[in-house]
């Protein structure tokens, strides 16, 4: 589980870090206002995307891993190829909708031109869903490698070709709304790159050495299922995954449009592109990062418990749930208090001061929603892995409400304006995982210790926040460099996250074991007394 989630972390990090830095040339060739056209198409495609995308890989990979345990190799291949043919039709009427659908868009959204940065994002749904189907066969057979290669290919591509398709657009005397098209479709031809990666792995892939640990059960000869039977149990695990996840991106377009005509109530249609763009440039990306440290673990827990779950271990699956939970806490939990403390020195550092003023307080408090982010997928993922995954799609309904409906309460009212986003973001995400783990409880019989899993990790946090924000304000006293002072901040907390939750034994052996040169580094700490039991 470790090794898979390692792949996918660093990957994913990397490609939120791409996505951030390539938020920061694109402002300042398109400004605020600018971004407005590519954040809202972008949010568009990422709906569009979920529905395409997210349950249908989910759906092969368990099945592919299910079929493994069992040893019925045929039934694997004849999923994959049943899964491509329904990629390519799901990729081709993602593309028309999005494509021919542009201009109900833009008058939805109120903002004149956006329907070009739409068209232009809109082959990306086919590439993306071709690339999806593959990354559910190497996830079956939790081989995320080629999925985390893809996605630099897609992150470097996107960051290089969108810079270099704006400035052109730029140099050619464009307006600002076809540029940004033009910074768009550069997202699009990264993604193309990334899906011709995963097509050359597949073309090399060799499964039976993934197999040996059910190399006595493996069998060329065993009977398949119908194609008709494949098809309706894809769709079958597919759609409430779909449904749970394409919910809250739903929810954020709504929430999206929302924002633009509730700020419209009381400012200008350029006022409120350059609130959006500076609340989606400056504000999400930086949030992003921190769930590239939690998304992986998903993509990894769902094959892996399905397995555990077929085999019938029962001991098996609470040990991958207790350990998915404890690994997204004890990461996500000090990122989320030590950025909402230095906001604004990082808003500055990555989009200057003016921008800090602005969006520094948003991050603040939109960077909590992280947390209960990362608790949503974590318990969603264990519910889908017990096929319950209908349970997800009724939270995130709900949690889609208060989103819609607290956004519109508290967007309209002037003294709160944009800062309604991030406040309905926690509550939304709050509701959601709070009902997750109600049917987690219920439905199969688990309830995570809660003392054990957040009060040492929350007490490290929280002592890691104030050290980070004591450091910063030291280091600049005595520099007057906010730069530097920052990055010493960053270290000196992250020196005190580690000193703290050892010292107040938050971390057992067995999790020191699973990192690299972990039982050496065990068994140094156990002779110091530093681990729990």
Wanted: overall charge positive; aromatic content about 8%; charged content about 15%.
């Amino acid at each position: 589980m470790l090794s898979g989630v390692l792949a996918l972390t660093i990957a994913n990090l990397f490609v939120k870090t791409v996505g951030l830095l390539l938020k920061i040339p694109l402002r300042g060739i398109l400004s605020d206002s600018g971004m407005a056209y590519y954040n809202n198409a972008y949010d568009i495609y990422a709906f569009l995307y979920t529905v395409s995308n997210v349950g249908l890989p989910t759906a092969v990979s368990m099945m592919i891993s299910e079929n493994r345990a069992s040893g019925n190799i045929r039934e694997s291949k004849k999923i994959m190829k049943i899964a491509m043919w329904l990629f390519v039709a799901i990729g081709l009427i993602g593309t028309s909708i999005m494509f021919f659908g542009a201009p109900l868009f833009e008058k939805a959204y109120k903002i004149d031109n956006l329907s070009f940065s739409i068209m232009a994002i809109a082959p990306t749904l086919f590439f993306i869903c071709i690339a999806s189907a593959l990354k559910g066969y190497f996830q079956g057979y939790q081989n995320m490698v080629p999925s985390a290669v893809s996605n630099v290919i897609e992150a470097v591509g996107k960051m290089a070709l969108g810079i270099l398709f704006a400035n052109y657009a730029v140099q050619t005397g464009k307006p600002t709304h076809i540029v940004a098209a033009y910074a768009v479709f550069g997202l699009t031809v990264g993604v193309a790159a990334g899906m011709v990666s995963l097509i050359i792995r597949k073309l090399l892939f060799k499964p039976a050495k993934y197999d040996t640990e059910y190399a006595d059960l493996l069998k060329d000869g065993m009977e398949t299922s119908p194609s008709s039977k494949i098809v309706k149990m894809l769709i079958a695990i597919a759609i409430p995954i779909t449904l749970s996840s394409s919910v809250m991106t739903l929810s954020n377009v709504l929430d999206g449009i929302i924002l633009s005509r509730g700020l419209q109530l009381n400012y200008t249609q350029e006022a409120t592109k350059a609130f959006i763009g500076n609340l989606k440039t400056c504000v999400t990306p930086i949030s992003n990062i921190i769930l590239a440290f939690a998304n992986p673990i998903t993509s990894v827990i769902v094959p892996l418990i399905s397995v555990a779950v077929a085999e019938g271990k029962p001991d098996k699956v609470r040990k991958a749930m207790n350990t998915a939970f404890r690994m997204a806490v004890i990461v996500i939990l000090p990122c989320v208090f030590g950025i909402s403390v230095l906001a604004e020195p990082i808003v500055a550092f990555l989009f200057g001061a003016d921008a800090a003023v602005k969006a520094g307080p948003l991050l603040s408090v939109h960077v909590i929603s992280v947390f209960f982010m990362s608790m949503i997928s974590t318990t969603a993922a264990i519910l889908q892995s017990h096929k319950l995954g209908k349970y997800p799609v009724i939270s995130v309904a709900v949690g889609a409400v208060v989103k819609v409906i607290s956004t519109m309460a508290f967007v309209s009212i002037k003294e709160i304006g944009v800062m309604g986003s991030p406040i309905s973001a926690i509550l939304s995400c709050f509701t959601i995982s709070a009902m997750n783990f109600v049917f987690i409880r219920k439905k199969i019989g688990y309830t995570p210790n809660f003392a054990k899993l957040m009060i040492k990790p929350l007490i490290s946090a929280l002592v890691c926040a104030l050290g980070a924000f004591g450091a910063f304000t030291l280091y600049y006293t005595l520099t007057g460099i906010a730069t530097v002072s920052l990055m010493l901040a960053i270290l000196t907390a992250v020196v005190i996250y580690v000193l703290t939750i050892l010292l107040i034994r938050g971390i057992t052996r067995e999790e020191v074991e699973m990192l690299p040169k972990g039982k050496k580094l065990a068994r140094l700490l156990s002779k110091m007394k530093l681990l729990a039991d």
